[in-house]
């Protein structure tokens, strides 16, 4: 096995810095992250509008968000990855932010930064 071996003894500190720097993660875009924040449980805080047939009761008699089996949100279209009801979303949805650190834990659970 032949292995390249660099010489970088009259490289600057940055040069070998950019040549063994592992590459950036993927830009954090709803696009591309295969909407795994979907499958959260989400607990209905506010009236927005969900369709009850969308709304189920967790354990403690509370209102959550219906999953499937595989626990996606019920109201997510599998084809598209898109919310069937974005404009009715729950307030948790709508403040959860695409790029913030539960975000960002989401994905490297999910596999997709890493």
Do not use: K
Request: proline share 7%; glycine share 6%; aromatic share 4%.
């Amino acid at each position: 096995m032949n292995i390249p071996i660099t010489d970088v003894s009259h490289a600057t500190p940055d040069a070998v810095r950019h040549e063994t720097a592992t590459p950036p993660p993927a830009e954090i875009a709803c696009s591309n992250c295969q909407a795994c924040c979907c499958r959260l449980e989400v607990i209905l805080l506010t009236d927005t509008g969900v369709p009850d047939y969308l709304i189920d009761e967790d354990e403690w008699g509370g209102e959550v968000m219906r999953r499937l089996d595989d626990g996606w949100c019920a109201a997510v279209d599998r084809e598209t990855l898109m919310c069937t009801i974005y404009d009715r979303r729950p307030m948790l949805c709508r403040e959860y932010e695409m790029g913030s650190p539960e975000c960002e834990d989401e994905r490297l659970e999910n596999g997709l930064d890493q």
